[in-house]
């Protein structure tokens, strides 16, 4: 690279939970820039975990959704002699928590549910249960890697 490395941006905490991965989460979910409703949004959600999960903390199944749809391995696109092949590359960190929680913002956007806070609910309940279209692509990523096992020695 000529230029000089980007540098990191802090990220504080959130007000309730005192997280970052929860400002983080919130930063995905956010539309123009309208971070207290996204907040809003959120902690709706969590409420309606807590009350749909008894045994567990809201927040406590949403790590758990989180970290049952974060990636390990992911397929790139690599051309050799013409022909384009999937090569299966490990995840950087950074990379999966970010692929994690965009994929479970997406396909709860996508559900059927009234509200963005009770399509979020459900999709955060789904994943915990390892269930769900966050969850399912999660494994279909996988199995795209481990099929394409056979050309991991073009990974660069």
């Known amino acids: 690279m000529r230029r000089r490395k980007a540098k990191k941006i802090a990220i504080l905490p959130d007000p309730k939970f005192n997280e970052v991965v929860v400002t983080k989460f919130v930063n995905n979910l956010m539309f ?5 409703l996204a907040f809003r ?8 975990v807590n009350e749909k999960v008894d045994d567990q903390e809201g927040l406590d199944v949403w790590k758990k959704a989180i970290e049952n749809i ?22 950087r960190e950074g990379r ?11 396909y709860a956007r996508k559900r059927n ?12 309940i789904a994943a ?8 399912k692509k999660k494994e279909d990523t996988l199995r795209m890697a481990e099929a394409n096992k056979a050309f991991s020695h073009f990974r660069f």
């Open 96 to 106: 999966k928590a970010s692929l994690a929680m965009k994929w479970l913002i997406g």
């Open 113 to 124: 549910e009234k509200t963005m806070a009770q399509k979020l609910a459900a999709e955060i």
């Open 70 to 91: 974060t990636p390990s391995v992911e397929v790139r696109s690599r051309r050799v002699g013409g022909a384009t092949f999937q090569i299966p590359t490990p995840v």
């Open 32 to 36: 123009s820039g309208k971070k207290s």
């Open 128 to 135: 915990a249960k390892e269930e769900g279209a966050a969850f």
């Open 41 to 48: 949004i959120f902690y709706d959600a969590i409420d309606m």
